[in-house]
Nanobody, 121 residues
């Protein structure tokens, strides 16, 4: 199995910045598309950003375009979400997601445990 571990969440004031990381570990595997999702209290989980394996393509939810940047370091099996100009409505638990293929051919979507981001007004 592959584990995804997020880090970098915390409390920040409106207008501040945070950088989330998502580190993958486990037995031999390959990561394909990676993404970030978030879930605010009382709301459904929503897509935030995604990135293809070679970083050639990225896409973002309209609500974060121009403020968030997704990236990855394939050598480190790590993905990142740089969040700038944070707003109170960005407050949520942020989850990392990755399409994983193991050496035995098994493919599945892996999820991290989440990291909490709180933006104070």
């Amino acid at each position: 199995q592959v584990q995804l571990v997020e880090s970098g969440g915390g409390l920040v004031q409106t207008g501040g910045s945070l950088r989330l990381s998502c580190a993958a570990s486990g037995r031999t595997f390959k990561l394909f598309t990676m993404g970030w999702f978030r879930q605010a209290p009382g709301k459904e989980r929503e897509f935030v950003a995604g990135i293809t394996p070679n970083s050639g393509n990225t896409n973002y939810a309209d609500s974060v375009k121009g403020r968030f940047t997704i990236s990855r370091d394939n050598a480190k099996n790590t993905g990142y979400l740089q969040m700038n100009n944070l707003k109170p409505e960005d407050t949520a638990v942020y989850y990392c997601n990755a399409d994983v293929v193991l050496t035995n051919g098994r493919a599945y979507a892996a999820w991290g445990q989440g990291t909490r981001v709180t933006v104070s007004s």
